[in-house]
């Protein structure tokens, strides 16, 4: 097809959609608004945005069937935006998704992500490569390879329950493309819904060793170790997906969940700097990193890194935004490990609320126990338990020094009381002073 001809077809094109501009730099917006504008497109149909919300709500409103979106967003990624218009649109086929990169390695990222991105753009962009981007991306788009014809018949058949038709036009389109990543992943697919688990992994990982992020196969890839329990080779794979493409909620819920049932609780410390890169911050992910982050800190005790472990406790008091579960519990182990002064600087992060009292209270009562002698120890701990507040850790200190002030008979009453409650807790424990 000759360049006047791909050109007319790209001009066509732009007369008869909605555009969308997402990037969070005014000046990129501008210039991006400009060159379609200068190509064909009516100004009163491009419409530009910063913030990933924004992008979402015109997506919605818009129908658009061009977007255009910075990698990083103000609230999210190109990546996020893609999704969510696939997911609104799910037999649009005509529809452009381009992403504007920033250096090489986003681009591997974008090239990565087959059919979720149709193409990209790598700042800083000359007006003529952006325009022969453009025109490329929507001819490929308007008028698919046979690569792509085939791979989407297999994909009719698919969803069409012919299994065997579609494992042919699939095993077909790997003969057309150099490297079929993404015909592959979809025979692998077949093979999954046919609970062939063994040929579909062959399928993915052959696919990975064209292209070693290949966005797809590595998703069917940890589908399919988390389906069937190898949680290890399952978290070896999300893990990668989140080391090499932009970071979102549900994702970072994942990989945190499978780090910790892997015992792999140092890695927490990298999805905590992922989790601070997040702008909107649902209540579920912060449970998921803080919950994260403690187990992280216990076990850099066990390993006798008292220090890295203190920083890690000190990030989840923060995360922790107030929730008052946490921050107890991060008190406790501070003072398990007779860390008292970080102990006392969390106190002010509990909340005024009167449901938080209990939480505050023992806390309180935990962190200011070495300043206490005992007979301080003994009056503001039996004040916690005849007030119903009554705390395993709290019950401990009590008791070891009422035996400490020879009030054993005292002691040895609420031993059965803490015994009878805390029966797990107390069975690890020492009563002596």
């Not at 090499?244 to 905590?272: C, G, Q, S, W």
């Not at 003072?335 to 209270?361: C, G, M, T």
């Amino acid at each position: 097809m000759g360049e006047a001809k791909k050109k007319q077809i790209f001009q066509d094109y732009l007369k008869e959609v909605d555009i969308i501009i997402a990037d969070k730099s005014s000046a990129s917006r501008r210039r991006l608004v400009k060159t379609l504008c200068d190509m064909g497109a009516s100004r009163l149909r491009v419409h530009s945005v910063a913030h990933y919300q924004e992008a979402i709500e015109l997506i919605d409103s818009k129908s658009p069937k061009f977007v255009l979106s910075d990698y990083s967003l103000k609230g999210g990624s190109g990546f996020d935006l893609f999704r969510h218009y696939r997911e609104k649109f799910p037999d649009e086929k005509k529809s452009v998704l381009m992403l504007v990169t920033s250096n090489i390695s986003q681009s591997a990222v974008a090239k990565a992500a087959e059919e979720d991105v149709d193409s990209f753009v790598i700042k800083p962009y000359t007006v003529q490569s952006l325009e022969k981007s453009f025109i490329n991306t929507v001819v490929s788009k308007l008028h698919p390879t046979k690569y792509i014809q085939t791979i989407e018949a297999g994909k009719e058949k698919m969803f069409d329950a012919d299994y065997e038709g579609a494992l042919a036009l699939f095993e077909q389109a790997t003969e057309l493309n150099k490297k079929p990543s993404l015909a592959l992943f979809y025979h692998g697919q077949v093979k999954y819904l046919l609970d062939q688990a063994q040929e579909a992994e062959g399928d993915y990982k052959k696919g990975l060793e064209i292209n070693s992020i290949h966005y797809k196969c590595q998703v069917g890839l940890y589908e399919l170790f988390k389906k069937d329990g190898k949680l290890v080779e399952a978290y070896s794979v999300v893990r990668n997906i989140a080391k090499y493409f932009p970071a979102n909620p549900e994702r970072l819920k994942e990989v945190v969940h499978l780090a910790v049932k892997t015992k792999n609780y140092l890695d927490m410390e990298i999805y905590y700097d992922v989790f601070t890169e997040l702008e909107e911050r649902t209540d579920d992910v912060i449970n998921y990193i803080c919950s994260g982050l403690y187990v992280c800190g216990k076990y850099l005790f066990m390993e006798g890194e008292s220090e890295r472990a203190r920083t890690n406790l000190e990030k989840l008091s923060i995360s922790a935004a107030g929730t008052t579960k946490f921050l107890k519990a991060v008190v406790s182990l501070l003072v398990e490990h007779e860390i008292y002064e970080d102990a006392q600087k969390i106190l002010p992060r509990f909340s005024n609320e009167k449901e938080d009292e209990f939480a505050y209270k023992v806390s309180s009562y935990l962190a200011n126990n070495n300043d206490m002698d005992n007979p301080e120890r003994i009056a503001k701990g039996q004040e916690l338990f005849n007030n119903g507040l009554k705390d395993p850790q709290c019950l401990l200190f009590l008791i070891r020094a009422l035996r400490a002030e020879g009030l054993d008979k005292k002691a040895q009453q609420y031993s059965e009381e803490a015994e009878y409650l805390f029966p797990d807790y107390f069975a690890k424990q020492s009563l002596a002073a």
